[in-house]
């Protein structure tokens, strides 16, 4: 796999100063390139910090170094960490954000930039940045990010490492998943041998879990129904749930991956309510495209087997029309597995 990255090096080579933007709710992905790539046009020389609006879950925190992310004012300015002046940068680059949407309060920041580029992996939902790199087939953002800083000649040390291979682990379930061909396994092959902390990623990456985390999938479980004859599952979680399990929405992430574990099950969706009377839909599909027709129907996307959207009505409403949608799409698709 070798993409053109000449367009985006003349960019990342030509500023003094970069700022860095990834998707909201950071995943591994997001932070492990993004931060990887910081790191890398520090080593350059450059000025460079990584632009975030909301928290860094816990069980990132671990991974990320210090210094290297900076928050959006309240104000919507940028000042880094010991500036007394706001930031000033030549390079707005996004990394593993597939829209301009997921900037959301960070659009204006990520505009004002004289050029910007984009290196990412999602599916196109309309173009931006001046220069692009793009592939859809791409298992994970870190992966580019990893072809791009060896195109730069940037010595990749264990600290790299271990970010690139957090990225590539998160987005491929740990290499379960058909985005994690031959690619990806020679990446974390040449990383494990940089360094790259393999069996601790695994286990606080992917195998660790709060207890809030527990009981809020416990909550999912417990209610969840199935449908059309075990061939999907759905439920949902609400602020009400949250509060009684003593939990924080990001607690509600991986109720997900419980409930598509159902051996019947073809395709799982999961609402969670993130505001009164506004639920994320999140879907995860087997061996079809099921999740991302379901996000599609409800104006979200993704990719084919993990796909999320936004519903803005009362909870019955949201969970009957999503139940009529696993139900419709199912019916409509062979039988799987
Ligand atoms: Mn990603």
Redesign the pocket.
């Known amino acids: 796999m070798t993409h053109d990255f000449s367009k985006v090096i003349e960019k990342l080579l030509a500023c003094r100063a970069a700022l860095i933007f990834t998707?909201v709710n950071m995943?591994g992905?997001?932070v492990g390139?993004s931060a990887a790539l910081c790191l890398a046009m520090r080593k350059l020389g450059k000025e460079c910090y990584i632009l975030k609006e909301d928290k860094l879950g816990d069980y990132l925190r671990f991974l990320v170094p210090e210094g290297l992310f900076t928050d959006l004012g309240a104000d919507g300015s940028v000042t880094v960490p010991g500036g007394s002046v706001p930031y000033s940068w030549e390079l707005s680059i996004a990394v593993?954000m597939g829209s301009d949407s997921r900037l959301e309060r960070r659009k204006d920041a990520f505009y004002s930039a004289p050029a910007s580029v984009c290196v990412?992996?999602?599916p196109a939902q309309g173009e931006f940045a001046d220069c692009r790199v793009v592939d859809r087939d791409c298992?994970?953002?870190?992966l580019l990010v990893y072809e791009l800083i060896k195109e730069l000649n940037v010595e990749i040390d264990r600290e790299m490492a271990d970010l690139l291979y957090a990225?590539i682990i998160?987005?491929t379930g740990s290499f379960k998943y058909e985005n994690s061909g031959p690619e990806a396994h020679r990446a974390a092959a040449e990383l494990i041998e940089l360094g790259a902390r393999y069996e601790l990623l695994s286990l606080k990456l992917l195998d660790t879990h709060a207890l809030e985390t527990l009981r809020v999938e416990d909550t999912a479980m417990e209610r969840a129904e199935t449908v059309c004859g075990g061939r999907g599952i759905v439920s949902y979680i609400t602020l009400a749930d949250l509060e009684r399990c003593g939990a924080r929405p990001e607690n509600a992430e991986t109720a997900i991956d419980r409930l598509r574990v159902l051996k019947t099950a073809e395709l799982a969706a999961v609402l969670k309510e993130r505001e009164p009377g506004v639920y994320k839909l999140s879907a995860r599909s087997k061996l079809t495209g099921l999740a991302r027709e379901l996000a599609l129907r409800f104006g979200g996307g993704g990719h084919a087997k993990a796909s999320g959207a936004t519903l803005e009505m009362p909870l019955e409403q949201a969970y009957g029309a999503v139940k009529a949608a696993c139900e419709e799409l199912l019916e409509g698709a062979e039988e799987s597995l």
């Open positions: 998707h995943d992905d997001a390139s593993d990412d992996h999602h298992p994970a953002a870190a990225g998160t987005d």
